[in-house]
Every structure is written in structure tokens, then in C-alpha cells.
């Protein structure tokens, strides 16, 4: 099993830049692909970017060039680097991670606010 915890959420101005953190736990040797979706309010969960353990990386188009995912297996941790924040990325952002031969595991969700 996986465990994992989220951090570094918070309310920051547009135009500015936050990063993520999400850090595993467990049988971390086991893990596949990592992950964020992120949740704003009324709206459906959407994937926001992902990486593999081989080091490939895809981002939702509205990040794209904004936001870089990137993976420490050293420290079992991923990283979410978020630029040029808009309004529109107000959500609920949560990590994921794929254990090989194991269902999804989600962290417990961080909360990224932006003002205009």
C-alpha cells in the first residue's frame, strides 16, 4: 500500500506561483505513474498533469507551459511547480499515485486559491 501526504496549497495573487508536494509513503517502489487533478467548485475533477516513473510528463492544455510536474524518487516525492497563477485555477488539488498491481491512491487534497 501507498500512502501519500499533499502540501504547499494557499492563497496567492494572479500572476503568481505556488508549489505542490506530494510526498509517499509504503511500497513506494511499487509506484507507477504520479499525478495531480484538482476540483474548483461545481465542477467536474480534471487531470492536470502527470508523470511516469520513466520520466514522462503530460499536462491538461491549460496549464501547458505553466505548470511543470516533477518526480524526486530519492525522496519518494512529486513536485507540482505552478507559474503565472489565474482565477481559473482556483481549486482543490489532489495527488495521486499509481501502485503497479494496486487501485489508486489520492492524497488528502490542498487547497489552491487565486485572486484576481
Known amino acids: 500500500q501507498v500512502q501519500l501526504v499533499e502540501s504547499g496549497g494557499g492563497l496567492v495573487q494572479a500572476g503568481g506561483s505556488l508549489r505542490l508536494s506530494c510526498a509517499a509513503s509504503g511500497s513506494t517502489f511499487s509506484i507507477n505513474a504520479m499525478g495531480w487533478y484538482r476540483q474548483a467548485p461545481g465542477k467536474q475533477r480534471e487531470l492536470v498533469a502527470y508523470?511516469?516513473?520513466?520520466?514522462?510528463?503530460n499536462y491538461a492544455a491549460s496549464v501547458k507551459g505553466r505548470f511543470t510536474i516533477s518526480r524526486d524518487n530519492a525522496k519518494n516525492t512529486a513536485y507540482l511547480q505552478m507559474n503565472s497563477l489565474k482565477p481559473e485555477d482556483t481549486a482543490v488539488y489532489y495527488c495521486?499515485?499509481?501502485?503497479?498491481?494496486?487501485?489508486?491512491?489520492w492524497g488528502q487534497g490542498t487547497q489552491v486559491t487565486v485572486s484576481s
Open positions: 508523470t511516469s516513473s520513466g520520466g514522462y510528463t
Open positions: 495521486y499515485a499509481d501502485p503497479l498491481g494496486w487501485p489508486r491512491e
